[in-house]
């Protein structure tokens, strides 16, 4: 009985302590100022890009920028990008030709078949794939991925697309594990167990009743893996090279949107200059791919959710 009398003497204390009131109409105002930083950034990231590559659009015709010639150091420079979206859509599908089956394979592992104590220790050990250094990937795919290919394909070249590609794929899997796996934890057991009660095996459950059911994770997972791979950096820059020749031949070298960006940025090109606005219009282009892919793995999510 004290013990409730103290409380509530305390409670009482707290409500009319003016310095509580004032803590409390000020910690609101904080809050919001702290949810508003990553807004705020944002908007200024985009007005910047917007801004200087508009400069770029201004001096540069559209029919040139949807070329496929780009030389931007050149006399006459020409700025066509579509061998960077080239080499930037062909190095993503190739690492989303790896990431999808080996991450599927091991959340359909990890969740239907994997016991306890297993899924406790592998799927740390996975997870751990995310923590390296994209440029360790990179120099991964220049000095063991690419001389390994080159036995098998002896027309590879030292830079190519298909190295860099199979790393991010490499690197991507731990994303679209974790993700996958999670959708198909969400599943109710009472749907597996229903199943097993009709006289389905354990892999028929999987496929035909817990992976349609999660689908929507599934797919969302694909779609941000995709949108990882779009915006890798530095492996590409080691492993696939600077060639800015229009080509579908992926043993061959080929520049990525972000590789184009780490060139520039390093020195070639003045500030001012043309060459040095059309980072930015590739930054911005980059961004409305990246955008792009996470607006559809959210109309995704939302088609596909199964409400249990």
């Known amino acids: 009985m004290d013990k409730t009398i103290q ?16 803590i409390d109409k000020i910690m609101p105002n904080i809050f919001l100022l702290a949810a508003s930083i990553s807004v705020i950034t944002t908007i200024g990231i985009v007005l910047t890009l917007i801004f200087d590559a508009f400069k770029f659009f201004k001096e540069v015709p559209l029919r040139e920028v949807f070329s496929t010639h780009l030389a931007p150091l050149a006399v006459n ?8 979206i080239n080499g930037t859509i062909i190095t993503s599908i190739i690492a989303m030709m790896v990431a999808i089956p080996i991450g599927l ?16 220790n592998l799927k ?5 794939l995310a923590g390296i250094p994209t440029i360790v990937y990179g ?31 490499i690197m991507i899997t731990p994303m679209v594990a974790s993700l996958s796996e999670d959708a198909m934890n969400a599943v109710p057991n009472a749907m597996r167990e229903g199943a097993l009660a009709l006289g389905a095996t354990k892999l028929e459950v999987t ?5 349609p059911a999660a689908i929507s994770g599934i797919i969302a997972s694909f779609v941000l893996g995709i949108s990882r791979a779009i915006g890798e950096t530095m492996i590409v820059v080691i ?4 060639s800015k020749n229009f080509s579908f031949d992926f043993t061959q070298s080929m520049q990525t949107m972000t590789a184009y960006i780490v060139e ?32 559809f793995a959210q109309y995704i999510s939302r088609k596909y959710r199964e409400e249990y």
Do not use: C, H, Q, W
Request: aromatic letters at 12%.
């Open 7 to 22: 409380v509530r003497d305390l409670i009482k204390k707290n409500l009319n302590n003016p310095k509580n009131r004032n």
């Open 77 to 84: 420079p020409s700025f066509g990008i579509l061998p960077l």
């Open 105 to 120: 394979a091991s959340a359909i592992y990890l969740s239907e078949f994997a016991s306890d104590k297993t899924r406790k």
């Open 124 to 128: 740390p050990m996975m997870e751990v």
């Open 139 to 169: 120099f991964f795919a220049y000095s063991f991925v690419t001389p390994l290919l080159m036995t098998i394909i002896p027309s590879l070249g030292a830079k190519n697309a298909l190295s860099p590609g199979i790393v991010m794929g």
């Open 207 to 211: 496929l035909k009743v817990v992976v």
């Open 239 to 242: 492993g696939s090279g600077s």
């Open 264 to 295: 520039f940025t390093s020195g070639d090109a003045g500030s001012g200059t043309l060459g040095y606005y059309s980072l930015y219009a590739v930054g911005l282009i980059l961004f409305v791919f990246t955008l792009l892919m996470n607006l």
